[in-house]
């Protein structure tokens, strides 16, 4: 058989990852794809699930004994999607990092917001208008940091900070290349989309956050006003219901707690639902579910076309590939694929990172605003920034 598939490595996967290649760790599997058998080529989003079966298909006939399609898939439908169908593909069981155990390089950086915090401000202020007028019920809106480096970054180290400080969550690294730019998209995501194995699935939608503080007692406090915010806690419910009402066609036996949970990383809480049921056909894949929830009401907002007509009009840049959603999915329909948040592009000598925020009836700009400036701390933290963003 062609295709190598090991569940056991000489050395654990995220020491291996070269830039280039496709790393994906959740917190029990991790996955290092290299060298590429096919690329999915561009096709109407509602035909990609399709595609790549057919695609999978081929690849088995080929001889390449577990084929497995891994990339990521942008925000908006119009634009291409990265997925390939890598030639050689690892799996181990996920492993406890140390940070320790890869060296820093001195590294210099310049950090620009676009848009500015203030211009983001009057940005949140446009969406809630439309929602007084009700165009839209939510609509979630993005910034941007712009940072260039003193010399070219090392994509494996960034990668190997964003795991040791993510046990818990899904780090990821996709080639997302194109004719102009050699970029990675890296990140270290708490939101589980979907995943799916045999007739089980899981989707954990996050909606409503708030910082964390180096404070205990502090940090404690804004736990508990999140895990009781009404504003909140509306805007989860919404996110969860849309997400099962999605679901539902394609499921049976769902579950959906009444009360969302608190999950927390190292720079945010969140308000957490962990949806369960089956598959009604088991011919159903990971990414035909995918592509039914993507994007969720926690990353644009709802209605779900309009919502992202007016992101459109708002934000001043082109989200790429944040908030679409990375993953896996293999000949038989198993596969994980994650929100792509508190990530960045990486270019060889800059950066583009991204946080959003939803806003809703109630919402307060300088309040949204301050939401991003944590999330981009994932980021931040990891390329060794411990300074406040740059306005």
């Not at 996967?13 to 794809?33: A, V």
């Not at 211009?119 to 940072?147: C, D, M, P, T």
């Not at 960045?344 to 919402?363: T, Y």
């Amino acid at each position: 058989m062609k295709q190598s598939v090991m569940e056991e490595a000489t050395k654990p996967l995220l020491e291996q990852y070269e830039k280039g290649d496709f790393f994906f760790s959740s917190p029990t599997k991790t996955l290092l794809g290299k060298g590429k058998v096919k690329e999915v080529p561009f096709t109407e989003r509602n035909q990609i699930p399709s595609t790549v079966k057919e695609l999978l298909h081929n690849a088995k006939q080929q001889g390449y004994e577990k084929p497995i399609a891994v990339g990521a898939i942008p925000f908006l439908p119009s634009q291409p999607s990265k997925l390939i169908i890598p030639e050689h593909v690892h799996i181990e069981k996920t492993e406890k990092v140390n940070e320790n155990d890869f060296s820093n390089e001195d590294i210099q950086y310049e950090v620009r917001s676009f848009p500015s915090g203030e211009e983001y401000e009057e940005g949140v202020k446009a969406g809630l208008q439309s929602i007084r007028e009700g165009e839209i019920n939510k609509i979630v809106l993005a910034r941007s940091l712009l940072v260039s480096a003193s010399k070219a970054i090392n994509v494996p180290e960034l990668l190997y900070k964003l795991a040791s400080k993510n046990q818990h969550g899904y780090t990821f690294a996709a080639n997302v290349s194109d004719e102009v730019d050699n970029k990675t998209l890296v990140g270290a995501s708490p939101e589980l989309l979907i995943a799916k194995h045999g007739n089980q699935i899981i989707s954990n939608p996050l909606a409503g956050s708030r910082p964390r503080s180096k404070d205990p007692i502090e940090d404690k406090r804004r736990s508990e006003e999140l895990l009781s915010s009404e504003k909140d806690l509306y805007e989860h419910a919404f996110v969860v219901q849309e997400i099962a009402r999605a679901l539902k066609p394609y499921c049976k036996n769902l579950h959906v707690p009444e009360k969302p949970e608190l999950l927390h990383t190292e720079t945010m809480w969140h308000l957490s639902t962990e949806i369960t049921g089956e598959v009604v056909d088991d011919s159903i894949s990971s990414l035909d579910l995918a592509h039914v929830l993507h994007p969720t009401p926690a990353v644009c907002g709802t209605p779900t076309e309009q919502a992202r007509q007016k992101i459109q009009d708002i934000e001043p840049f082109d989200r790429s590939f944040f908030t679409g959603t990375v993953g896996w999915c293999d000949e038989n329909g198993d596969g994980e694929w994650i929100v792509t948040i508190r990530c960045a592009e990486v270019l060889e000598e800059s950066l583009r990172l991204f946080a959003g925020a939803g806003i809703v009836e109630g919402s307060i700009p300088s309040e949204e605003r301050a939401e991003t400036a944590a999330k981009f701390k994932t980021m931040l933290r990891a390329m060794g920034i411990n300074e406040e963003e740059k306005e």
